[in-house]
């Protein structure tokens, strides 16, 4: 079930990664960063994806998703790729980590509480990827 506790505070989106973002009522939208830290937590976090979405599934307590992101959160994209895919969303996520120390996310977050029961069916719908 998409959270009520505390969320992380999202950044403004640049301009250029804002361009094509299509908003729904009922979402806030913003930017998240994940920063990597040497011999620091893990990633921690589970991603889906349903009907061309990627949401966050899970954010473990402690972990390097828990500073950024929040269940129920909606991946728009991946360091300026746009992402429809759970699979393609870890894949450009690890690959940033490990090349750059970091990565960005463009990220849907669901504020109403039509989007939070919306959010919550579709978090109850198929299996999803854990990300060490």
Same mark, same amino acid.
């Given at each position: #079930? ?15 990664? @804002?361009?094509? $973002? ?8 913003? #930017?998240?960063? #994940?920063?990597? =830290? ?6 921690? #976090? ?12 899970? +954010? ?7 500073? +950024?992101?929040?269940?129920? *959160?909606? $991946? =728009? ?14 894949? $450009? $996520? ?20 039509? @989007?939070?029961?919306?959010? *919550? ?9 854990? =990300?060490?």
């Amino acid at each position: #079930m998409a959270s009520d506790k505390k969320r992380p505070e999202l950044s403004p989106i640049p301009e250029g990664r @804002a361009k094509n $973002l299509q908003r729904y009522e009922g979402f806030s939208y913003g #930017m998240a960063t #994940m920063k990597w =830290i040497p011999n620091g937590p893990k990633l921690g #976090m589970g991603i889906k994806d349903f009907r061309e979405t990627v949401i966050v599934s899970r +954010c473990n307590a402690g972990s390097l998703s828990e500073r +950024c992101l929040a269940e129920g *959160d909606l $991946l =728009i994209d991946v360091d300026g790729t746009p992402v429809n895919d759970r699979s393609v969303a870890k894949d $450009l $996520l690890v690959k940033n980590i490990q090349e750059n120390g970091k990565v960005t996310f463009v990220v849907e977050r669901p504020d109403s509480n039509l @989007a939070k029961r919306w959010v *919550d069916y579709m978090l109850t719908r198929y299996p999803f990827i854990k =990300i060490k």
